[in-house]
T-cell receptor, first 118, second 109 residues
Framework: GAGVSQTPSNKVTEKGKYVELRCDPISGHTALYWYRQSLGQGPEFLIYFQGTGAADDSGLPNDRFFAVRPEGSVSTLKIQRTERGDSAVYLC????????????????FGQGTRLTVV | TQLLEQSPQFLSIQEGENLTVYCNSSSVFSSLQWYRQEPGEGPVLLVTVVTGGEVKKLKRLTFQFGDARKDSSLHITAAQPGDTGLYLCAFWGGYIPTFGRGTSLIVHP
């Protein structure tokens, strides 16, 4: 697609429920990232995929959070037993690492999914 | 602990004013990036600075990378309401972009 697409744009769920957030990256981008952003704050790293594998999941806050990217394209962020503190905007980004290396790399972001846990 | 400290955290100004926002660290970076995030949107890359002392201009925006490559500044001349947004600096730690907390700018008409 032309850009990174995230669905849904808004999600309201009850405390304790399970949610899935979807990210469709730019075609051909091998790197995919999930971030969480609270109001007025910068994006907080959650997990990084290179292809199908999670290369770095050190930002996941606890084992209620899990993400997959089974075919190396679309990714799903899954949150079990949601808590009110999980309310935030969840951003997805993708990137293509050029042969010249990281100096000319750019992260392309979707519009985010606003998750509200009530 | 934030590797990138951005200041000020909030800025509310009138159209036509000039402003500078800062991104500071005790670490040395091979490059720093500035992104702008408009309300309801994801961040969008504005510029990458690579060389110590480098100055880059993007219309009314001037970006500078510190000589020691530990800090950067963004100066906006004659701010307009369309400049409203969250300004984020970032570095690539390995293959992961890491962001500061941002400066939230509101420009009133």
């Amino acid at each position: 697609g032309a850009g990174v697409s995230q669905t849904p744009s808004n999600k309201v769920t009850e405390k304790g429920k399970y949610v899935e957030l979807r990210c469709d990256p730019i075609s051909g981008h091998t790197a995919l990232y999930w971030y969480r952003q609270s109001l007025g704050q910068g994006p907080e790293f959650l997990i990084y995929f290179q292809g199908t594998g999670a290369a770095d999941d050190s930002g996941l806050p606890n084992d209620r959070f899990f993400a997959v990217r089974p075919e190396g394209s679309v990714s799903t962020l899954k949150i079990q037993r949601t808590e009110r503190g999980d309310s935030a905007v969840y951003l997805c980004a993708s990137s293509l690492f050029l042969e010249r290396g990281l100096l000319n790399t750019e992260a392309f972001f979707g519009q985010g999914t606003r998750l509200t846990v009530v | 602990t934030q590797l990138l400290e951005q200041s000020p955290q909030f800025l509310s100004i009138q159209e036509g004013e000039n402003l500078t926002v800062y991104c500071n660290s005790s670490s040395v970076f091979s490059s720093l990036q500035w992104y702008r995030q408009e309300p309801g949107e994801g961040p969008v890359l504005l510029v990458t600075v690579v060389t110590g002392g480098e100055v880059k201009k993007l219309k009314r925006l001037t970006f500078q990378f510190g000589d020691a490559r530990k800090d950067s500044s963004l100066h906006i001349t004659a701010a307009q309401p369309g400049d409203t947004g969250l300004y984020l600096c970032a570095f690539w730690g390995g293959y992961i972009p890491t962001f500061g907390r941002g400066t939230s700018l509101i420009v009133h008409p």
